[in-house]
């Protein structure tokens, strides 16, 4: 048998495997998520409450309660996981994730101004992030030139801005507004509702179903810019395209539940090791995402102490650190990345 179809199919072979094992986690995360808390129930009990049994109180706390907190993590970690993807890939550069080049930055100043500086609340400051976000993206791409190099430096730049007017707006407000602006900040799933599962769930879908039209093409454009353009595919059109639409997920996200801090960073290196393959990986970042959002979650609900619970970004945020120190501390491994 030809070496190549051989190989091809033990890829497929092990992308099928690592998927099914991260749904089975990530199915198995989300009953033991709606299961756990003060008002804990069993598996089969929260399966016959999501099939229309069970009592009213039941189905209360984890129909209304716990069910948009878990629906809004599975979404905002899909969201987070493939845009990161999408920035890591078109970018050529590991440390192209919207925590280091500034969009979640953006999001961030943005939300802070329109909280302390506004006064505002509920949507009015998820609109602001996504403002906030959009403008970034847009200066760092016009800035950038179309190079990946520069659009992560450019990027940090920005991220030191947002984090500067970030600095002076928490100074200059009331402490009761403050507070609610760094909880904000550091990305919590504490406000979930249903309405929030609409929102993601109605702006989201389209996104990925126009990141899956334009996944071939970006796969084309992996193999250089000169290769791409003998194959009728358009460099900047589609580096273009892929900016817009990652920056749209992170925009849409941030806007709901913060900047979780690091989950776009960590999920398409992780996704890429368990594969074994330097691809895309879109469907294995998203799984992978949703997984680490849900056991984080669960980690800053139930498995620290209650004097030292903490918003989910904490947990990503720890993550994703140790991931970055690694990552820097090892030259030869960021040389062959980038």
């Known amino acids: 048998m030809n070496p190549v179809h051989t190989a091809r199919r033990n890829l497929r072979h092990r992308t099928i495997v690592v998927n099914s094992a991260l749904a089975v986690s990530l199915v198995t995360a989300a009953f033991v998520s709606l299961a756990s808390g003060a008002y804990a129930r069993s598996p089969i009990e929260v399966l016959a409450v999501l099939m229309g049994q069970g009592d009213t109180m039941d189905r209360f706390v984890i129909v209304d309660l716990r069910l948009p907190r878990l629906l809004v993590a599975l979404i905002v970690g899909v969201a987070f996981a493939v845009a990161g993807a999408l920035f890591q890939t078109v970018l050529r550069n590991p440390l192209a994730s919207p925590d280091i080049i500034g969009i979640s930055g953006g999001a961030s100043a943005a939300a802070v101004f329109a909280i302390i500086g506004l006064g505002l609340t509920g949507?009015?400051?998820s609109v602001a992030a996504l403002l906030g976000a959009a403008v970034v993206a847009a200066c760092v791409y016009l800035l950038a030139s179309s190079s990946g190099y520069r659009f992560v430096l450019i990027g940090i730049g920005f991220a030191f801005i947002a984090n500067s007017v970030i600095g002076y707006l928490l100074t200059r407000g009331k402490v009761e507004k403050a507070q609610t602006a760094l909880v904000w900040m550091v990305g919590s799933l504490g406000g979930a509702?249903?309405?929030?599962?609409?929102?993601?769930?109605?702006t989201v879908a389209p996104l990925l179903v126009l990141v899956a039209a334009n996944a071939p093409r970006l796969r084309i454009l992996q193999l250089g810019n000169e290769t791409a353009s003998s194959l009728g595919v358009n460099p900047e059109r589609t580096t273009l395209a892929t900016v817009v639409l990652a920056s749209a997920l992170i925009a849409v996200a941030t806007a709901v539940v913060g900047p979780i801090?690091?989950?776009a960073f960590v999920s398409a290196p992780i996704a890429r090791r368990l594969?074994?393959?330097?691809?895309?990986?879109?469907?294995?970042?998203?799984?992978?995402?949703?997984?680490?959002?849900?056991?984080?979650?669960?980690?800053?609900?139930?498995?620290?102490?209650e004097t030292v619970q903490a918003p989910v970004g904490v947990v990503t945020g720890l993550l994703g650190g140790c991931y970055l120190i690694r990552l820097l501390s090892s030259p030869d491994r960021l040389s062959r990345r980038s």
Do not use: K, M, N, Y
């Not at 509702?193 to 109605?202: C, E, F, G, I, R």
């Open 123 to 125: 949507p009015a400051v």
């Open 193 to 202: 509702s249903a309405t929030d599962v609409l929102l993601l769930a109605v």
């Open 261 to 263: 801090a690091f989950l």
């Open 275 to 305: 594969a074994r393959t330097g691809s895309l990986a879109l469907g294995t970042s998203a799984l992978v995402g949703a997984v680490i959002v849900l056991v984080a979650d669960f980690v800053a609900q139930h498995v620290l102490p």
